[in-house]
């Protein structure tokens, strides 16, 4: 990286340019217990389609089995809510695939463009926002909501290539969001700033040795000038000291070393990556996350399940396969165990200032680009909620019976107070908000 | 538009008043008791010395209502008026100041633009030089029959001048087959002219990549077409007079048709295609430039200098001193030579940052700054740069034990320690400051002053060695080391900064004329002609004669076709600028150049006043008091018929404003051939222009001037305009007062500038030999 326009490196830095002047902006750490009770929206996502005999339970209401896939998280059951019958029901350019992700979240059409599936037209980015992006957008509009970063992207092993494979969450129109793979960089995005402070505490002092040392190099008349750089650097040690005295909730997390961003990997960049959102989850850095692992078309191969085979061509298989079925569920179920240790994590983590964990104030929505992998629908895609504070009842297993996904975006707006009429494609909206309540 | 009128303010008409107190009499009567005989100010009685910026008629009006603080009914009137004028003249205004505090060369913190330029080098430091870019302009072009960039399907490779292309539903060429698209791959640099914000803008319906300045992440990502969306915009900052490297990657797939154009809107330019004298086939490394904003350089005294720091200097220097440090460490391993596996990591990284230090220092680090920097590698600093944040109300997640590092080139400790050094480096005074050499000059002083003379930057590894060598001992070796400087864009850069300041072209914003009157004087004219004027600039000061006479006399001007046609000159159809003689136009130099004649007009009208302001104090170094009181032109209240010339003679009739207008009108109505948009003219108000007039000279000679070129041949033969324009350049080399550096120091580089044949060059390695040489032993001039 060379030449960093000064926006780009101040969004590098995290920083938006309003942050500004020097040691007052510093990240505020929002630490005062909240006006009102805290609402985070995490969104997982795992590609390829799910096996539905091992995911979907077969009753529906209170009182409902998990099935394998799910099962990881059976004590959480209580806490969970398995939306079955949401489909994706845009349609337009783009394969299954490029629909699956690029609108799971946006709910409208691609625009037309350069980039071919395996069928279809080809076609370029979504045309509108996806609902992460809205729901952020809203909470930093009130003064009460806003943190510092309003939403943060995880990825894990997405791979360097920008395409709508790849997007699942949008700015807007043509305006992808890219998750950053390499936790190394998010923790530099998070702390980066405080270590940057932290070193330049350490050698303010040797600057102001330096000044008395070049004091009687020069004249009476030019000495002012150096006694007053010498003010200057007193008064900064004395801001950044006051500064260092505030105290963040936690600090941030120790990664291991030199994990590079690749397969093998993947387990231990997934376990980093999840440290670090709750961690910036506690410090309320923001209240809303995305966690993708890999993309849509994702060729995560599972050695470390001693799996054999890539992820969506093992998806390809037909239902007969029962090899390439019990390696499917192999796969999804390590999906879910990762999320369990998510759940696990926030359900242990005291709400910083109100009563419960973060859990009880943070909704997680695990999805898929797909509703099943060899016949590439896009119905019945897989929606599992775990967590509280939207409202929603919990504990349940319903069949929403083709209802447009639309629907549980906007469900998950207004259970924020983003009282919105629509969301994406406006008329697959017309039925209003799911009554998940 | 305000119009500062120069209008009373002469001593000498006020001697008339014979039987009045004089100022001084009044002020010893009155007003020394509590301020002291020189205004220095009484203990008790009013400490403060008589120091500020009003001015003589706030002075005036002051005094008049509140002196004396006893009796402030006792200094009314003239007498209110006269005490002002003294104590103005004696010592409260800045210029009294000045002249009562002989100059001095002071020490000075690094200007910004020398700052970012210092940075900007101590970093190529360890990238190696770029080649010369040699005369070809254009891009390095190749063109595939795929849509990959295959190598096989290579069709051809040539030069394209710009990137503007439109293949419509066809290809660029027969030999192309491939009927799944096909791809093309523009390589070369980019030559910025201005500092500041660069508008880049990619036009296709197609998939593209634009990288500037930076090899790995691109400005632009457009490789996803999508919708309508064919307009792809990002700015980036680059600094004037440097070359970067630029790359554009262009793909057509299944989409209907083809076309790309490449565009920019530089400061204080309009959003066109980027033309090819601003490109280069010749491949360059990135220039690390610093994105904080700096608060303005101190430029009261007409030209820009180092003195004072302030709180918001000083955090912008931290900002950027934090800047520069991520960037050292994202790119530890190339700056380096090393790799994120190499045993040998911390050695060379310290090895690097002793490199690092010496570099901005400009000499061999002594024993302590070594010391320092080793420290920061050094166990207990790295454990001191822990986290020290508070407990931790939650678990937090474990994982690992933590080892020295995280990652390479991230938040690791050895990272970390470099960027200590980068912060003790880049805050330092040695860095920061020009002159902390105790009066007795080094040779590593005199190289410093060389190169921040020449190239407002560090000395580059040839000076330094010099230096190194005790090469610097000599006048004679210091003006060789010059003359090959003079060769480096970084000079160049710097004759076009003063340039800018010279011709008042800094703080042009808004060019645009009122478009009933002026229809076609569009953004891109007024970009054109501001290129246009670099260009002659720049091509004058260049050329071996490098002769002052022609900036002020050239009869030809730089046109492209736009400006051509614009001004009714003869067209050869071209998008690039060339050299063309105007016919009947009697253009000459600087003083005719349409852009200039624009900048110094109204949106509507010619300003005489505003050109022969500029013609007294730039072209014939006259010094003009400032105008006492700011009167608005306002046309409608003159009768309707009038020409601008009898309007402004008009409005200047009184005698007090004569003192100063009898030289500024003349010059000015010189100019009245050139409307508003620098166009000839025979007419205005269909009556016949009358440009000529009778000028007074400094010593009291009248001459009759008939037009501009009569205006340059008397400045190039005028001792006065000859000290005006020497005594500017120096400043701007120098940044220090150039009565510091003795009192025989401004006729000797008149007499040299003469004898050399105006030859500006010549004169440029003077002002920076002169001032390296300052208070070096033996100076043999």
Known sequence: ?437 | MLLPLWLASSHAGLAAEALRLSGPEIFRQLCAKCHGRTGEGVKGKYADALRGDWSIERLTRYIDRNMPENNPGKCKGEDAAAVARYIYDAFYSREARLRNKPARVELVRLTNRQYLNSVADLLKHFTGSDPDLGAERGLNAVYYDSRDFDGDKKVFEREDREVGFDFGTGKPATQFTNTSGFSIQWRGSLIAEETGEYEFILRTPNGARLWVNDEQEPLIDAWVASGIVTEHKAALRLIGGRVYPLQLNFFKFKEKTASVSLQWKPPHGAQQIIPARNLSPTRVSPTFVISTPFPADDSSVGYERGVGVSKAWDEAATQAAIEAANYVVQNLDHLAHTKPNDTNRIAKAQSFCHEFAATAFRRPLTRDQARLISAQFSGKLLRSAEFHFGANLSPVPKGPKRSSALRPGLAGALEDSVKRVVLLTLKSPHFLYLGLDSGKPDDFDVAARLSFGLWDSLPDPELSARAAQGGLRNCEQVAQQARRMLGDRRARSKMQAFFEHWLQMKHVEDLSKDDKLFPGFTPEIVADLRSSLNVFLDHVTWSDASDYRALLLADYLYVNNRLAQFYGMATNATDDLFEATPGSTERSGVLTHPYLLASFSYQKFSSPIHRGVFLTRNIMGRALKPPPMAQTFKDAEFAPDLTMREKVAQMTRPQACQTCHSVINPLGFSLEHFDAVGRFRTSDHDKPIDAVSDYTTADGRTIRLAGPRDVAAFAVNSEQAQNGFIEQLFHHVVKQPMAAYGRDVPERLRQLFVASGFNMQTLLVECAATAAMHGVAQPTF
């Open chain 1, 1 to 437: 990286m060379n030449a960093l326009h000064r926006r780009d490196f101040m969004r590098r830095l995290g920083l938006s340019a309003a942050a500004l002047p020097f040691v007052a902006g510093l990240p505020s750490l929002g630490l005062a217990a909240p006006a009102r009770p805290r609402q985070r929206l995490i969104i997982m996502f795992s590609p390829n389609g799910t096996i539905p005999p091992a995911y979907w339970p077969e009753e529906t209401g209170t009182d409902f089995k998990l099935k394998e896939i799910l099962s990881p998280l059976d004590a959480f059951k209580n806490r969970m809510l398995v939306l079955k019958g949401l489909c994706n029901k845009v349609r337009g350019d783009g394969d299954s695939h490029m629909r699956g992700m690029s609108c799971l979240l946006t709910g409208i059409e691609l625009f037309p463009g350069n980039v071919q599936g395996g069928s279809d037209t080809p076609s370029g980015w979504a045309s509108g926002i996806s609902i992460d992006q809205e729901i952020s957008n809203f909470l930093q509009g009130r003064e009460d909501t806003r943190t510092r970063f309003g939403s943060l992207e995880f990825g894990v092993g997405v791979t360097d290539r920008a395409d709508p494979w790849t997007r699942m969450s949008y700015a807007g129109p043509n305006k992808p969001v890219a998750p950053i793979s390499d936790p190394y960089q998010m923790y530099q995005k998070l702390y980066g700033q405080l270590k940057d402070k932290q070193n330049l505490e350490s050698i303010l002092e040797d600057v102001r040795d330096d000044l008395k040392k070049v004091r009687p190099l020069v004249s009476a008349e030019d000495r002012r000038l150096i006694e007053e750089h010498e003010a200057l650097v007193r008064n900064m040690e004395r801001e950044i000291a006051a500064y260092s005295r505030q105290k963040l909730r936690v600090g941030p997390p120790t990664l291991q070393e030199g994990i590079a961003d690749q397969n093998d990997n993947v387990p231990r960049l997934s376990r980093m990556q999840i440290d670090l959102l709750i961690n910036s989850f506690v410090n309320d850095m923001a209240r809303v996350a995305t966690l993708q692992y890999t993309k849509s078309v994702g060729q995560a191969r599972m050695n470390w399940l001693n799996i054999t085979g890539a992820h969506h061509e093992l998806s390809h298989e037909p239902d007969n396969n029962a090899e390439a079925q019990e390696k499917l569920v192999k796969i999804n179920k390590w999906f879910a165990g990762e999320l369990r240790y998510l759940v696990e994590k926030l359900a242990a983590t005291p709400e910083p200032g109100e009563p419960g964990s973060l859990l009880d104030h943070t909704l997680i929505v695990w999805t898929n680009e797909l509703g099943k992998g060899n016949s590439h629908t896009l119905d019945n895609i897989p929606f599992t909620l775990i967590g509280g504070g939207f409202g929603f009842k919990m504990g349940r297993s319903l069949n929403l019976d083709k209802a447009p996904h639309n629907r549980l975006h906007l469900a998950l707006a207004h259970a924020v107070g983003h009282r919105i009429e629509t969301f994406g494609k406006p008329s697959l909206c017309e039925a209003g908000p799911l009554n998940l309540s």
